[in-house]
C-alpha cells in the first residue's frame, strides 16, 4: 500500500511540475508569438511551418524548467552522474520537443482551426494547440524520463 501511494505521489508531483512547466512554455509562447513576428515577419508562417521560433524558445524554457523541477521535487537521483544525466534528459526532451513541435502543426493545420472564445477568455488557434501538444507530450515524457534516467 505503501509503495502505491509513493508512486501516485510521484505521479501527482509530476503532473504539478509538469503543469508548472507548461505555464512557463505556454506563458513565453504567448509572448514571443505576440513580439517575435513584429521582429521576423515570417514567424507566423515560415515554409508552412507556423510559429517555429516561439515554439523553440517557449519549450526550451519549459524544459529547463521542468528539470530542475524533476529533480528537486519529482524523481531521485537516478543511477547516473549529474552530467550523464542533465544530458540524457536534454537529449530526450529534445527528441520530445520535435514530437511536440509535429503535434503543434497538425493540431494548427488540421484540428484547431478557429479561436474558442468562453466570454472571459479568448483561446487562440496557436495556443490550443500548444496546450493540446503538450498534454499529449507530457504522457511520453514522464515514461521515458522515469525508466530512463531516473531510478524507475
Not at 82 to 101: D, H, P, Q, R
Not at 130 to 148: C, D, E, P, Q, W
Request: overall charge positive; glycine content about 6%.
Amino acid at each position: 500500500m505503501k509503495e502505491l501511494l509513493l508512486k501516485q505521489r510521484q505521479i501527482l508531483l509530476f503532473a504539478f511540475a509538469g503543469a508548472l512547466s507548461a505555464i512557463v512554455e505556454i506563458g513565453t509562447f504567448k509572448i514571443f508569438s505576440v513580439h517575435l513576428p513584429q521582429v521576423f515577419s515570417h514567424e507566423t508562417n515560415f515554409h508552412g511551418i507556423h510559429f517555429p521560433l516561439s515554439n523553440i524558445f517557449s519549450t526550451s524554457c519549459g524544459i529547463i524548467t521542468n528539470y530542475f523541477l524533476s529533480i528537486w521535487f519529482v524523481f531521485e537521483r537516478g543511477k547516473h552522474s549529474k552530467n550523464k544525466e542533465f544530458a540524457y534528459f536534454m537529449g530526450i526532451s529534445f527528441l520530445s520537443t520535435i514530437v511536440s513541435l509535429s503535434f503543434f502543426q497538425i493540431f494548427f493545420r488540421f484540428v484547431f482551426l478557429d479561436h474558442i472564445d468562453l466570454g472571459f477568455f479568448v483561446f487562440s488557434q496557436e495556443m490550443l494547440s500548444k496546450i493540446a501538444a503538450i498534454i499529449l507530450v507530457s504522457v511520453l515524457n514522464y515514461t521515458v524520463k522515469k525508466k530512463i534516467i531516473f531510478n524507475g
